[in-house]
């Protein structure tokens, strides 16, 4: 065996585990975006959407 038997593998794996993450947040983003949406469909709003004066 030589090493490039060990770093190909090394680069797959690396490879392997970025792409998991990126489709890891990118599942969790749209959970989130459906969560937010149920809330302010049930009446809560986010303190962010608040107009100027207050209300």
Do not use: C, N, P, Q
């Not at 998991?20 to 969560?35: P, S």
């Amino acid at each position: 065996m030589t090493h490039a038997f060990y770093v190909y593998g090394s680069y797959a794996f690396a490879a392997l585990v970025t792409v998991a993450v990126t489709l890891w947040t990118w599942a969790d983003g749209r959970a989130r975006r459906k969560e937010l949406a149920a809330l302010e469909a049930s009446g809560i709003r986010r303190r962010s959407a608040r107009t100027k004066d207050g209300v």
